[in-house]
């Protein structure tokens, strides 16, 4: 179910600290008395003509959407295409990793395998939108043991990204960092830059 479409109930965990009932009153979740206000909360206006479409990216037939992790939803969108007047789009694909059409790690406790699964998932989520690697100018690369992985990861970079024939490659950065789940060993931001077919929105 879509986001916008859950119950208030499945957003906020209670019960909540004295400090998070602060807040949460001064962000307009809660009433004065602590109870969860209805959602959706009231968008809030835009402002000038400089009002750019956003949409979101996603290919169900290789990843599932975030929001519908079980038991606790993930908020955020798989990609989001950002078209810009002059008609270019921006493609930003979240950080993406071994994750199969239900949701479920997979490849557990084999990095490679999970290296080749991340880039497959990539690659359908830039073909949902008519691109591809070539579009790609930067990616972050977030490994759980970069002293351990680093050597196998860039192999499988540069085998995949030469596979692709990119001339120039895209930029990089390779960070150590504790990913969302314990069996995850890679995880992978990209964005793209498209150009829109003339007369598309």
């Known amino acids: 179910m879509p986001v916008e479409n859950q119950r208030v109930e499945d957003l906020v965990v209670m019960p909540a600290t004295p400090g998070e009932r602060t807040e949460m009153r001064q962000l307009g979740l809660l009433d004065p008395e602590g109870r969860p ?18 949409s979101p990216i996603s290919n169900l037939s290789v990843l599932n959407e975030a929001h519908r992790y079980r038991p606790v939803p993930a908020s955020f ?25 239900t949701g479920k790690s997979i490849h557990v ?17 830039l073909r949902s939108e008519g691109a591809t690697w070539q579009d790609v ?30 001339d120039p490659l895209p930029a990089s950065t390779g960070i150590q960092a ?16 498209v150009e829109r077919e003339s007369g598309a929105s």
């Open 109 to 125: 406790g084999d990095f490679r395998a999970q290296c080749w699964r991340t880039y497959r998932n990539i690659t359908e989520l």
């Open 137 to 166: 100018v930067r990616t972050t690369c977030y490994l759980r043991d970069i002293e351990r992985d680093y050597k196998d990861f860039n192999e499988i970079r540069t085998h995949f990204l030469l596979a692709q024939n990119l």
């Open 178 to 193: 504790r990913l969302c789940r314990e069996d995850l060993l890679v995880e992978i931001e990209a964005i793209a830059i």
């Open 37 to 54: 206000v209805p959602l959706p909360l009231a968008a809030a206006p835009r402002r000038g003509p400089a009002h750019v479409a956003r």
């Open 77 to 101: 969108s798989r990609g989001l295409r950002v078209d810009l007047r002059a008609g270019t789009s921006f493609l930003w694909i979240s950080g993406t990793a071994s994750v199969d059409e």
